[in-house]
């Protein structure tokens, strides 16, 4: 497989993973609507934590931090999301 053949496939993949943002993002939606509606916190740090733990079982070691990084960046977005959904300043 040459660089180009790489690169496509890169190209792919980072379409996927778009359609998958839009969807994950049209999903912190409806949670902040439910959130609001029940009157609950935007930020659930144990709930992250365990999110985050669960999803790192079975990554490889030698990229595990930058998927790590990836996921805490994740659910960073989703609550700033939620947050100016919600018209509130964000917390932490």
């Given at each position: 497989m040459d660089l180009s053949e790489v690169r496509k496939d890169i190209d792919i993949v980072d379409k996927e993973m778009k359609e998958l943002f839009k969807k994950r993002m049209g999903l912190a939606k409806k949670v902040a609507?439910?959130?609001?509606?029940?009157?609950?916190n935007v930020?659930?740090?144990?709930?992250?934590?365990?999110?985050?733990?669960?999803?790192?079982?079975n990554v490889e070691p030698d990229i595990k931090e930058e998927y790590k990084d990836f996921l805490v960046n994740l659910l960073k977005l989703s609550r700033r999301y939620q947050y100016r959904l919600l018209g509130m300043p964000e917390e932490e």
């Open positions: 609507a439910i959130k609001a509606e029940t009157h609950d930020y659930k740090p144990d709930r992250e934590k365990a999110i985050i733990e669960s999803l790192l079982e």
